[in-house]
C-alpha cells in the first residue's frame, strides 16, 4: 500500500521549544520563560535551538528533506509584547521572513496560533481564568490573520488545551485548582471559537481545526467499573475538548463529571450562539501513545500499577486511574508505545467527527549519539515511525480521511520537562544541557529514510 500523491507529509516544532531569543527584537516574556523550574539541570528556552537566527538554514534543511508543510508556532509575546496593547513590528516581519523562506522552497506553512506560550503580561492577570485573555486573544489572532492570511492557508488554534490543564504542573509550572481549571477550560474553548470565525472571515480559502492531543482510553479490564472509568476519562481527556469544536457542546458525561465535581462554569451573553456557529474544517491530532485506567477502590492504592510516565498524574478517586498496560512496549523514556492504537483512535475520531485529519505531532523521543563522523544512527526512530505510518495506512484503507502527517519534531528541541537530551528530530542539533558549543545541524539517518518516504510515497524497508 502506497500512500496517495496528494497526501500531505510535513514536520513540525513549536517557537518557544526552539526559537530561543527570548528577550531579542522586543518579544515579551512567556509564561515559559518564567514558570518555576522542577530540574535547573536541564536546558531552558533562552536559547534552545536557536532557530531565531537558524531559521533559513533550517528551512532549507526541510527543503532538501522534501516536506510540503511545515507546522510551526507563533509566538503571541512577539508579536504582542504585553499580550495585547501597540504591535511589535520586529515580531511582524520576523514571522514574514519565515513564511517567505518556506514558500521560496515551496513549503507551506501551518501555523498554530498559540502553543503553551502564554505572554506573561495576561498571566499577571489571570490567564485564561480572566476572560480578558480571550479579548486580547482575539485580537490578535485577527492581527496575524490579517498579516499572513494572503500567504498562509492552513492554520491551528491552540495546541493542546486538553493536557495544558490535565498536566499544569508539567506544562505550566503550577497546579490550577480544578474550579479555576475548568472555568480556563470553557475560555479556551471561546478564544478557539473566535479563531473558527475570525479566520473563517479573513483567510480566503483559510482553512483552521483545533489541535488536541488525543490518546484513546483503555479499560484496564472487563469489569463494567473499569469500562466506566475509561469512558470517563475518554470523555474528560478528550471528547470534552472536540466536542465543544465540532459539535459545539458540552460533552454529556463531561457535564456529569462537573456536576459531581459541583463545578459550575460561567457563560457570558454570546457563547452559546459562538458555540453553535462556528466549527473548524479539519482536525489537527497529535498523538503519542494510548492510554489504560482503571475504577479505583482504595485511595491507598492510587499509585498502584504505574510504571509508565504518562500515567503518572491521571489519578481522580471516584472516577478513574491511570494503570501500566502490560501488554504495550516501552520507549527508552518510559512511555508506552502503541502504533494498533493509533489507528483505533483514528478510526475512531473520524467515526465520530466525521471531519478530515491531520497528525500534527507523532514521534519519538530519544537519547541520540553523534558519532565522531557527524553520524546519528536512529534506527528506533524509524522504527517507530515506521510502525505507526503502517497504522496510518491501515486507517486510510479502514476509510478514515486522513490526509496528512507532520511528525514532532522537525528539528531537535527542548522537551517541556526533559531538555534536549529527549530528542526527536530528523535534525541534530549539537548543543547539551549546558553547553551550546556551535548548535551546528547534522542529519539523522531518519532524516534520510523519511526523505525517500516522502518521495516515494512509501515506507522504506531500508534504513538508509
Same mark, same amino acid.
Request: hydrophobic share 35%; charged share 25%.
Given at each position: 500500500?502506497?500512500?496517495?500523491?496528494?497526501?500531505?507529509?510535513?514536520?513540525?516544532?513549536?517557537?518557544?521549544?526552539?526559537?530561543?531569543?527570548?528577550?531579542?527584537?522586543?518579544?515579551?516574556?512567556?509564561?515559559?520563560?518564567?514558570?518555576?523550574?522542577?530540574?535547573?539541570?536541564?536546558?531552558?528556552?533562552?536559547?534552545?535551538?536557536?532557530?531565531?537566527?537558524?531559521?533559513?538554514?533550517?528551512?532549507?534543511?526541510?527543503?532538501?528533506?522534501?516536506?510540503?508543510?511545515?507546522?510551526?508556532?507563533?509566538?503571541?509575546?512577539?508579536?504582542?509584547?504585553?499580550?495585547?496593547?501597540?504591535?511589535?513590528?520586529?515580531?511582524?516581519?520576523?514571522?514574514?521572513?519565515?513564511?517567505?523562506?518556506?514558500?521560496?522552497?515551496?513549503?507551506?506553512?501551518?501555523?498554530?496560533?498559540?502553543?503553551?506560550?502564554?505572554?506573561?503580561?495576561?498571566?499577571?492577570?489571570?490567564?485564561?481564568?480572566?476572560?480578558?485573555?480571550?479579548?486580547?486573544?482575539?485580537?490578535?489572532?485577527?492581527?496575524?490573520?490579517?498579516?499572513?492570511?494572503?500567504?498562509?492557508?492552513?492554520?491551528?488554534?491552540?495546541?493542546?488545551?486538553?493536557?495544558?490543564?490535565?498536566?499544569?504542573?508539567?506544562?505550566?509550572?503550577?497546579?490550577?485548582?480544578?474550579?479555576?481549571?475548568?472555568?480556563?477550560?470553557?475560555?479556551?474553548?471561546?478564544?478557539?471559537?473566535?479563531?473558527?470565525?475570525?479566520?473563517?472571515?479573513?483567510?480566503?480559502?483559510?482553512?483552521?481545526?483545533?489541535?488536541?492531543?488525543?490518546?484513546?482510553?483503555?479499560?484496564?479490564?472487563?469489569?463494567?467499573?473499569?469500562?466506566?472509568?475509561?469512558?470517563?476519562?475518554?470523555?474528560?481527556? $478528550?471528547?470534552?475538548?472536540?466536542?465543544?469544536?465540532? !459539535?459545539?457542546?458540552?460533552? @454529556? =458525561?463531561? /457535564?456529569?463529571?462537573? +456536576?459531581? *465535581?459541583?463545578?459550575?462554569?460561567?457563560?457570558?451573553?454570546?457563547?452559546?450562539?459562538?458555540?453553535?456557529? $462556528?466549527?473548524?474544517?479539519?482536525?489537527?491530532?497529535? !498523538?503519542?501513545?494510548?492510554? @489504560? =485506567?482503571? /475504577?479505583?477502590?482504595? +485511595?491507598? *492504592?492510587m499509585s498502584e500499577g504505574i510504571n509508565d510516565q504518562q500515567s503518572e498524574d491521571i489519578m481522580d478517586w471516584g472516577f478513574y486511574k491511570?494503570?501500566?498496560?502490560?501488554?504495550?512496549?516501552?520507549?527508552?523514556?518510559?512511555?508506552?508505545?502503541?502504533?494498533?492504537?493509533?489507528?483505533?483512535?483514528?478510526?475512531?475520531?473520524?467515526?465520530?467527527?466525521?471531519?478530515?485529519?491531520?497528525?500534527?505531532?507523532?514521534?519519538?523521543?530519544?537519547?541520540?549519539?553523534?558519532?565522531?563522523?557527524?553520524?546519528?544512527?536512529?534506527?528506533?526512530?524509524?522504527?517507530?515511525?515506521?510502525?505507526?505510518?503502517?497504522?496510518?495506512?491501515?486507517?486510510?484503507?479502514?476509510?478514515?480521511?486522513?490526509?496528512?502527517?507532520?511528525?514532532?519534531?522537525?528539528?531537535?528541541?527542548?522537551?517541556?520537562?526533559?531538555?534536549?537530551?529527549?530528542?526527536?528530530?530528523?535534525?541534530?542539533?549539537?548543543?547539551?544541557?549546558?553547553?551550546?558549543?556551535?548548535?551546528?545541524?547534522?542529519?539523522?539517518?531518519?532524516?534520510?529514510?523519511?526523505?525517500?518516504?516522502?518521495?516515494?510515497?512509501?515506507?522504506?524497508?531500508?534504513?538508509?
Amino acid at each position: 500500500m502506497n500512500f496517495q500523491k496528494t497526501f500531505l507529509w510535513g514536520a513540525s516544532i513549536s517557537a518557544h521549544q526552539t526559537e530561543g531569543a527570548y528577550k531579542s527584537d522586543g518579544k515579551g516574556l512567556t509564561v515559559q520563560d518564567t514558570r518555576p523550574r522542577d530540574n535547573h539541570e536541564i536546558a531552558d528556552f533562552t536559547i534552545a535551538s536557536d532557530h531565531y537566527h537558524h531559521y533559513k538554514k533550517d528551512i532549507k534543511l526541510l527543503a532538501e528533506l522534501g516536506v510540503e508543510i511545515f507546522r510551526f508556532s507563533i509566538s503571541w509575546a512577539r508579536i504582542f509584547p504585553l499580550g495585547s496593547g501597540a504591535v511589535n513590528q520586529s515580531g511582524i516581519d520576523h514571522y514574514q521572513k519565515v513564511i517567505d523562506e518556506c514558500l521560496r522552497y515551496n513549503i507551506q506553512p501551518m501555523i498554530t496560533l498559540n502553543h503553551f506560550d502564554l505572554p506573561q503580561a495576561l498571566e499577571d492577570i489571570g490567564g485564561w481564568s480572566n476572560r480578558e485573555t480571550i479579548t486580547a486573544f482575539k485580537n490578535y489572532a485577527k492581527t496575524v490573520f490579517k498579516a499572513y492570511g494572503n500567504q498562509v492557508k492552513y492554520w491551528l488554534t491552540i495546541n493542546e488545551p486538553n493536557v495544558m490543564l490535565l498536566v499544569d504542573q508539567k506544562i505550566l509550572g503550577k497546579q490550577i485548582p480544578l474550579q479555576e481549571k475548568y472555568q480556563q477550560f470553557h475560555h479556551l474553548m471561546i478564544a478557539e471559537k473566535y479563531a473558527f470565525k475570525l479566520c473563517h472571515e479573513l483567510v480566503e480559502n483559510g482553512q483552521i481545526g483545533p489541535v488536541p492531543n488525543i490518546s484513546l482510553v483503555y479499560p484496564a479490564t472487563s469489569k463494567p467499573l473499569d469500562n466506566q472509568a475509561a469512558l470517563y476519562f475518554n470523555s474528560v481527556r $478528550n471528547w470534552a475538548y472536540l466536542d465543544f469544536s465540532c !459539535f459545539g457542546r458540552y460533552n @454529556t =458525561v463531561f /457535564k456529569d463529571y462537573l +456536576k459531581q *465535581k459541583d463545578i459550575s462554569i460561567t457563560f457570558a451573553a454570546e457563547d452559546e450562539a459562538l458555540m453553535k456557529e $462556528n466549527f473548524p474544517d479539519f482536525v489537527a491530532m497529535n !498523538f503519542y501513545t494510548t492510554m @489504560t =485506567v482503571e /475504577k479505583p477502590t482504595d +485511595k491507598n *492504592k492510587m499509585s498502584e500499577g504505574i510504571n509508565d510516565q504518562q500515567s503518572e498524574d491521571i489519578m481522580d478517586w471516584g472516577f478513574y486511574k491511570g494503570v501500566t498496560n502490560p501488554h504495550l512496549k516501552k520507549n527508552q523514556f518510559n512511555w508506552t508505545i502503541d502504533p494498533e492504537g493509533l489507528k483505533t483512535t483514528l478510526q475512531t475520531l473520524y467515526d465520530r467527527y466525521h471531519l478530515p485529519i491531520i497528525i500534527t505531532e507523532n514521534g519519538l523521543g530519544a537519547k541520540d549519539q553523534l558519532t565522531e563522523n557527524g553520524k546519528i544512527h536512529d534506527d528506533y526512530r524509524i522504527d517507530y515511525l515506521s510502525q505507526h505510518l503502517e497504522q496510518c495506512l491501515n486507517a486510510i484503507q479502514s476509510g478514515v480521511d486522513l490526509f496528512g502527517y507532520s511528525p514532532w519534531s522537525a528539528i531537535d528541541l527542548i522537551s517541556v520537562h526533559e531538555g534536549i537530551s529527549k530528542r526527536y528530530g530528523f535534525i541534530y542539533v549539537d548543543r547539551t544541557e549546558k553547553e551550546l558549543k556551535q548548535l551546528k545541524r547534522y542529519k539523522k539517518d531518519s532524516f534520510f529514510w523519511y526523505q525517500k518516504l516522502i518521495q516515494t510515497n512509501k515506507i522504506p524497508l531500508e534504513r538508509r
